[in-house]
């Protein structure tokens, strides 16, 4: 199965570079500002932190060491991801940064342990497999994003309650209520569904220690 995303992932991502100079437009996003909005949702699990450290799985160009910065907070931030071209533009891109490292992994069962750990857009594109198959590799995704997480972990989903004819074939609208009681039931008490900051997607916050 992750032989079969990866090469989906080249291929797609080999097919943005030649059509978009914008980077969040690159990375999948419609804009920087829709990227920021979503960041703004994953922030809350961390948000009365500092000092702490944060996995970003599937970071891409990286832009949430970006976002962090802006907070002016003591973090240590880790990306990782799949394809080492995002790696590789990701440490060009912040080398002034100390505080970062960019890994390329094999797998999510690579990710070291942090305080948090964050997925923004990675569930999006499902690369053509069924919708059952999707929906099960994202719930062995979130089980390791819990395992690998000492205080909390979020991800974003694009939602099923999207207007039909906005939707598209190649992605993947997950049933944000399916997920928040997989992760209460299995993860934590203290869980959110923010449905709510008028995107096409949700998230999901899973604190495991109260802030």
């Given at each position: 199965m992750l032989e079969g995303i990866l090469n989906e992932l080249k291929q797609y991502y080999g097919t943005r570079?030649?059509?978009?100079?914008?980077?969040?437009?690159?990375?999948?996003?419609?804009?920087?500002?829709?990227?920021?909005?979503?960041f703004d949702q994953i922030y809350r699990i961390m948000e009365h932190d500092s000092g702490f450290s944060v996995n970003d799985l599937g970071c891409?160009?990286?832009?949430?060491?970006?976002?962090?910065?802006?907070?002016?907070?003591?973090f240590h931030y880790a990306g990782y991801d799949m394809l080492d071209e995002m790696?590789?533009?990701?440490?060009?891109?912040?080398?002034?940064?100390?505080?970062?490292t960019f890994l390329k992994i094999q797998q999510t069962s690579d990710l070291a342990e942090a305080d948090y750990t964050v997925a923004?857009?990675?569930?999006?594109?499902?690369?053509?497999?069924?919708?059952?198959?999707?929906?099960?590799?994202?719930?062995d995704t979130i089980a390791i994003m819990n395992e690998k997480s000492r205080k909390a972990f979020a991800f974003n989903a694009l939602?099923?309650?999207?207007?039909p004819e906005f939707m598209q074939d190649e992605l993947h609208y997950s049933d944000p209520?399916?997920?928040?009681?997989?992760?209460?039931?299995?993860?934590?008490?203290?869980?959110?569904?923010?449905?709510?900051?008028k995107q096409y997607d949700f998230t999901i916050l899973v604190r495991k220690q109260t802030q």
């Open positions: 570079r030649s059509n978009f100079s914008d980077e969040s437009q690159f990375v999948g996003w419609k804009n920087l500002q829709s990227q920021w909005v979503r891409g160009l990286a832009h949430f060491v970006e976002y962090l910065h802006q907070k002016q907070i003591d790696i590789q533009a990701a440490m060009r891109k912040h080398s002034k940064f100390a505080n970062a923004s857009g990675i569930f999006n594109l499902r690369y053509g497999m069924s919708t059952e198959d999707w929906t099960q590799y994202m719930l939602t099923k309650y999207s207007d209520l399916f997920l928040f009681d997989h992760c209460k039931r299995n993860f934590a008490n203290d869980v959110a569904l923010l449905h709510d900051y």
